[in-house]
Antibody, heavy 121, light 110 residues
Framework: EVQLVESGGGLGQPGGSLRLSCAASGFTFSNYAMSWVRQAPGKGLEWVSLISGSGDSTFYADSVKGRFTISRDNSKSTLFLQMNSLRAEDTAVYYC??????????????WGQGSLVTVSS | QSVLTQPPSASGTPGQRVTISCSGT????????VNWYQHLPGTAPKLLIYRSNQRPSGVPDRFSGSKSGTSASLAISGLQSEDEADYYC???????????FGGGTKLTVL
């Protein structure tokens, strides 16, 4: 069974950094592109970033470009999101998600339960 | 402001058929396939439709998707109380080289 377990959330200072991790199991991790999607309090879903299965290609929303970095360790089946220069508007539940089909970008077919990030002084 | 436009709310009675629309642009829906997600508060979102009209295994055939030009729609037939949730469309947008979501539609089962 596919499992995605996020960790690393919590309270971050404005201008500070946090690193999210997502431990994956139940599928061949390196075959699938992975994404981070967030939901701010009272708001809708917002796509944050996507990384290809090999890690060679990365994509970012304009709202986080230059501040966040997505990466993966295929040997450990783990996805990361390094968040720097945090802002109050980055406060959200962050979901790790796996693409529905291997080798494609057709949509996030499996999601973790989410990790809450709060940016406040 | 979301790049894909959805109505903020929709409603129907049990057994009824409801549709939710999603309007995009030539660089998003006009050039790429559409996903639809169901999201209940406090839970992980669930993929209902990918490649505009394909259902992942386990999704009931009461849910169907379609796309025409720069718009897409999700239809739910035989509406059930457990269908009450937020629904989001999403698509790749070539102009921003990233995935974009609609603002979401809150479906109420009366």
């Amino acid at each position: 069974e596919v499992q995605l377990v996020e960790s690393g959330g919590g309270l971050g200072q404005p201008g500070g950094s946090l690193r999210l991790s997502c431990a994956a199991s139940g599928f061949t991790f390196s075959n699938y592109a992975m994404s981070w999607v967030r939901q701010a309090p009272g708001k809708g879903l917002e796509w944050v970033s996507l990384i290809s299965g090999s890690g060679d290609s990365t994509f970012y929303a304009d709202s986080v470009k230059g501040r966040f970095t997505i990466s993966r360790d295929n040997s450990k089946s783990t996805l990361f999101l390094q968040m720097n220069s945090l802002r109050a508007e980055d406060t959200a539940v962050y979901y790790c998600a796996k693409e529905v089909l291997s080798g494609t970008y057709y949509g996030s077919g499996w999601w973790g339960q989410g990790s809450l990030v709060t940016v406040s002084s | 402001q979301s790049v894909l436009t959805q109505p903020p709310s929709a409603s129907g009675t049990p057994g009824q058929r409801v549709t939710i629309s999603c309007s995009g642009t030539s660089s998003s829906i006009g050039s790429n396939t559409v996903n639809w997600y169901q999201h209940l508060p406090g839970t992980a979102p669930k993929l209902l439709i990918y490649r505009s009209n394909q259902r992942p295994s386990g999704v009931p055939d009461r849910f169907s998707g379609s796309k025409s030009g720069t718009s897409a729609s999700l239809a739910i037939s035989g509406l059930q109380s457990e269908d009450e949730a937020d629904y989001y469309c999403a698509a790749w947008d070539d102009s921003v080289n990233g995935r974009v979501f609609g603002g979401g539609t809150k479906l109420t089962v009366l």
